[in-house]
């Protein structure tokens, strides 16, 4: 079981930059997975970036490749989300999330862990 909550939201002009933090609970973070996904209003939640176990391979959605990054420090229990050189579009809930799976993975359904979310709005 592994309970994640999400922080670092917030209100940012177009152009600047948010880092998001996702803290887990529970002794097995390091065997996971980890990703973030996000949900605009009307829209269908959407990966964002994935890490593996170790922190040595990571993967991006097109959309945000060379302006987000994703880390972990497992001694810590948590996963970041660097975002820079922010959009209006990217405006969002974020979300992280854990899987079980040894490789990252795009696919939502391969999370079985959520936190509730943190929003991010970028204005124009």
């Known amino acids: 079981q592994v309970q994640l909550v999400e922080s670092g939201g917030g209100l940012v002009q177009a152009g600047g930059s948010l880092r998001l933090s996702c803290a887990a609970s529970g002794r097995a973070f390091s065997s996971y997975a980890m990703g973030w996904f996000r949900q605009a209003p009307g829209k269908e939640r959407a990966f964002v970036a994935a890490i593996n176990w170790s922190g040595a391979s990571t993967y991006y959605a097109d959309s945000v490749k060379g302006r987000f990054t994703i880390s972990r420090d497992n001694a810590k229990n948590t996963v970041y989300l660097q975002m820079n050189s922010l959009k209006p579009e990217d405006t969002a809930v974020y979300y992280c999330?854990?899987?079980?799976?040894?490789?990252?993975?795009?696919?939502?359904?391969?999370?079985?862990?959520w936190g509730q979310g943190t929003q991010v709005t970028v204005s124009s």
């Open positions: 999330a854990a899987s079980p799976k040894i490789a990252t993975t795009p696919s939502l359904y391969d999370y079985d862990y």
